[in-house]
């Protein structure tokens, strides 16, 4: 089955073809280079730029798959959450194509789209496994029992995981969205330099990232700018250490109490190249496998969205013509 999935949820505008909900025939990304000057995205000129994008990038997806309007049988969409006027703009094209190609449509959480595209891209993995959704918008631990059975063990209190990289890579000075960059950065520092604080809360597994950023603030506030200058690498590498110490000692607890053996990583900060590493390290330790998505499925992407899709099509069926885009739709 070809299902045409479509993601504007953010300040991404794509379109990709993917064949039985596994093999992609193409995914085009354009991301929104505008935003950069404001330091974050404006929800008003994110959804007219997926206006004026929209349709160009879909016409690249399909001469990219090499195909024609008539081989799509299924259309897939972001339903939520994201910002309502991105989400409509995509909503919109997907219900117009299905409806005048008499073909299905599907809507599809954002939040299930960047766990499917661990099992787009990972055949062997288990169906019951463990995700760590880790994104600049979530950041949830969930026990999938199957594709749409979901048991969510823990989230943010306050920040995202994503949303505290970006922040302190604006304190940086390394621009917006700065995650990748700061990874970069972090890359060539010292990780032990600075010990912030880790809020390992008594509760299980919630996650709590305001504190963090706040104590990097202050940090760079007192420390003299002469010394924060040459120490950049190393201010970056031990904030990230804090970030992904806490990530992967919850998601190692988890995986170990709840006895799966499968765990996967996805969403935006799933790039990072620490996370990847140190999750692996403590999940071979503990004898579990690790999974996460190619770099260009962690971040915002429709082959996922397409790949969700296909999967909640076989499971719950075609979506109504009616249904409105949900800002903060919830996982469960
Ligand atoms: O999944 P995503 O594209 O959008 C949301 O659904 O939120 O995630 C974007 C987030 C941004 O906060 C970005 O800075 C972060 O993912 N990110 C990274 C890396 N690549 C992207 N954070 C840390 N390390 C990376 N390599
Ligand atoms: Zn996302």
Redesign the pocket.
């Known amino acids: 089955m070809l299902t045409l999935g479509i993601e504007t949820s953010?300040d991404e505008t794509s379109v990709a073809v993917v064949e039985d909900g596994r093999r992609i025939l193409s995914n085009v990304i354009l991301s929104q280079a505008i935003h950069t000057k404001f330091g974050g995205v404006v929800p008003e000129v994110a959804s007219r730029e997926h206006i004026k994008t929209i349709v160009p990038v879909f016409q690249q997806a399909m001469a990219e798959a090499g195909i024609t309007l008539t081989d799509i049988e299924l259309v897939a969409a972001t339903m939520g959450p994201g910002l309502v006027g991105p989400l409509l703009v995509g909503l919109s094209f997907a219900k117009g194509f299905a409806f005048t190609r008499g073909v299905p449509f599907v809507p599809v959480n954002?939040i299930e789209g960047?766990l499917a595209a661990n099992i787009l891209e990972h055949p062997d993995l288990d169906s019951h496994h463990l995700t760590l959704i880790v994104?600049?918008?979530?950041t949830m631990l969930v026990e999938v029992k199957e594709f749409g059975e979901y048991d969510i063990l823990g989230r943010t209190r306050d920040d995202a995981a994503?949303?505290a990289?970006?922040k302190v890579a604006k304190l940086l000075d390394l621009g917006y969205?700065?995650?990748?960059r700061?990874?970069k950065l972090a890359q060539n520092g010292d990780p032990t330099y600075h010990r912030f604080p880790r809020a390992v809360m008594k509760e299980g597994y919630q996650f709590s990232y305001s504190g963090l950023k706040t104590a990097v603030a202050l940090y760079l506030k007192r420390t003299d700018p002469a010394t924060v200058e040459s120490h950049r690498a190393d201010i970056a590498a031990s904030f990230q250490e804090a970030v992904v110490d806490v990530l992967v000692r919850k998601t190692v607890l988890a995986a170990t109490e709840r006895r799966i053996r499968d765990v996967t990583i996805s969403?935006?900060?799933a790039?990072?190249?620490r996370l990847r590493e140190l999750m692996k390290e403590k999940l071979d330790r503990a004898r579990k496998r690790l999974f996460y998505p190619s770099t260009a499925l962690?971040?915002?992407n429709a082959a996922m969205i397409a790949a969700a899709g296909y999967y909640r099509y076989q499971k719950t069926g075609p979506g109504e013509f009616v249904l409105d885009a949900v800002p903060y739709l919830p996982l469960e």
Not at 177 to 180: F, H, K, Q, T
Request: glycine share 26%; aromatic share 4%.
């Open positions: 953010c954002h960047h994104s600049g918008g979530h994503g949303e990289f970006d969205p700065g995650g990748a700061l990874d969403g935006g900060v790039a990072n190249s962690c971040t915002d």
